[in-house]
């Protein structure tokens, strides 16, 4: 166990369990943040949040090979450890878990944990497999670290849905806290990736956010969700994004087609800028 700063570091289980295991017995609460590091405001946000909900918070750091698919960028996925600490420190925070692969993963470990059917939509249609490997690791950090609650973004909304589905169906003790997207000025939502695009590709990304905006605005007042999601992909195309995955209204608690104003509906989105692939959603007023 190492200590820079205020803030401790640990790396395996057994020290981490033994860090929440006392301040249980002296009776403090305990909030989890899970992230993949290079940290930024949006991830300070969350932290923030926790901190209203819990006597002592961690934050995991870790880059979960489980959740990348075979072409896509975990080799060069952000990493900087240093920056997270001084960072997290700077808050007040009082712990990192930052285990390596085989503490995660050990080589003759074997069980996945999928969410069928929310799992399978939208991102789970684009990238097969991602979210068996956040179920598998949140379920993992979950048991190891037996929070009384964990605070993801809202950035990641179907992720969102899909650990509150987990949690409930394996009845773990934890409640899922949602934050709200942290956004740039501009209305981009704040992410680890957009460290990938380049001048003119930032100068085109805040488009995502300002097509998800005017359909909730056009669904509101009577536009056809199906029809306004397709005007949505192509004005996102004459923009300048290279590849949109989806752009479509969908129930706030299921995920399935919106079927009007008696449901929560969400807008959600996911576009492709040369190499970078943009997420994002809000909610319908
Ligand atoms: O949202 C993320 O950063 C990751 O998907 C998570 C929840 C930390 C699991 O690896």
Redesign the pocket.
Known sequence: MDSPADIQIVRTVADLRSCVHNWRRSGETIALV???GALHAGHLQLVQHAQTQADRIVV?V?V?PT?FGPNEDFAVYPRDEAGDTTKLSALGCDLMFVPPVEEMYPPEALTRVSVPSLGDLLEGEFRPGFFT??AT??CKLLLQALPDVTV??EK?YQ?LLV?RRMVADLWIPTRIEGAPTVREADGLALSSRNAYLSAEERSIAPTLNRTLCQIAADVTTGADPIVRGELGAADLLRAGFTVVDYVTVRDAETLLPWSGPARPGRVLAAARLGKTRLIDNIPLP
């Open positions: 899970p992230t993949m995991s870790f979960n959740q490997g956040v690791v949140v993801f973004g990641d992720q650990v």
